[in-house]
């Protein structure tokens, strides 16, 4: 049985690690707090904006922008985004997994042509462990997602599909949908992937000025760089619940090791007090 002096160092420990972790727990909930309201309240109209668009190019009859086209995948980009800190459970582990079997998907192109994007410190330090060069520093956007950040990140890759450098991006994110669920989701960013046509409906009935090709130019772009955001804003709200729940459990975890440790410091020091007892009744029956 371990001594009482080393019982109360280890209570100690833990009692120190708890008000850590509880700590961290309350900086998370309030952070969480405010990404949950702004990726609510930006989330509709992305998917209306995105609606919107999938209407207009389902009603065309030909693609009318190279975003809509579907090329030979023979180059693909993916974009994966994690977060810059530890300490959320499997937050970046499953990342790192979906990415891993991304590139095992597409590993018969050659890793020269698999670029990858990493948004966050520890997906990209799991791109250079897997022998890639990140296309970039992307870490920034993890800890604080701006449309202006998003905005670089979506032209660079349009740019690259537009030019034909590449065929193909996808994209990795947790999708958050409340504080106990995030989704771990990956999809394809380009091509535009289409809904089936549902050409005829009053719902396509548009009227547009000053012309189809004007508004597709503009419409776009704006769509797939409000992707990108809404991606990054996503994944931002998911670590912090992530980060939440995870110390919320290491709290409780703390507190149900306490209360063994007090149990067994208990019971260390009654044995201690029996046997000194009997120490002082043997003493005394000796002298006798």
């Known amino acids: 049985m371990s001594s009482l002096k080393e019982i109360k160092s280890r209570i100690q420990s833990v009692k120190s690690t708890q008000k850590i972790t509880s700590a961290m727990k309350m900086v998370s909930s309030a952070k969480l707090r405010k990404a949950q309201k702004t990726i609510e309240n930006f989330f509709p109209y992305e998917q209306r904006l995105n609606g919107l668009l999938n209407n207009f190019l ?24 994690s977060s810059n800190s530890s300490l959320c459970g499997s937050f970046n582990t499953n990342v790192i997994k979906k990415l891993n079997h991304a590139v095992e998907n597409y590993k018969s192109l050659g890793k020269e042509n698999i670029l990858i994007f990493p948004v966050g410190k520890k997906i990209a330090k799991a791109c250079i462990k897997s022998g890639f ?8 956007m ?9 905005l670089t990140l979506a032209d660079e890759v349009m740019q690259l ?17 409340s504080k106990s669920t995030q989704v771990l989701t990956e999809e394809t960013y380009l091509p535009i992937q289409l809904q089936p046509s549902t050409k005829g409906t009053v719902a396509l009935d548009y009227i547009v000025e000053p012309n189809r090709a004007t508004i597709m130019a503009d419409l776009i772009p704006k769509v797939l760089r409000l992707k990108v955001y809404t991606a990054l804003l996503d994944s931002n709200a998911s670590e ?23 149990l067994q410091y208990n019971k260390s020091r009654q044995q201690a007090i029996t046997n000194e007892l009997l120490d002082i009744v043997g003493g005394s029956f000796g002298q006798n």
């Open 58 to 81: 389902s009603a065309e009859e030909d693609n009318v922008s190279v975003f809509a086209e579907n090329p030979e995948v023979k180059r693909v980009a993916i974009i994966a985004i």
């Open 240 to 262: 912090h619940a992530a980060r939440t729940i995870a110390m919320q459990m290491a709290t409780d975890n703390a507190t149900d090791l306490l209360q063994e440790l007090s």
């Open 161 to 177: 599909f537009q030019t034909k450098q590449i065929d193909k991006v996808e994209l990795i994110y947790h999708h958050f949908k």
């Open 133 to 140: 060069e990140p296309e970039g520093d992307f870490e920034k």
């Open 142 to 150: 993890a800890d604080k997602p701006t449309y202006a950040a998003a």
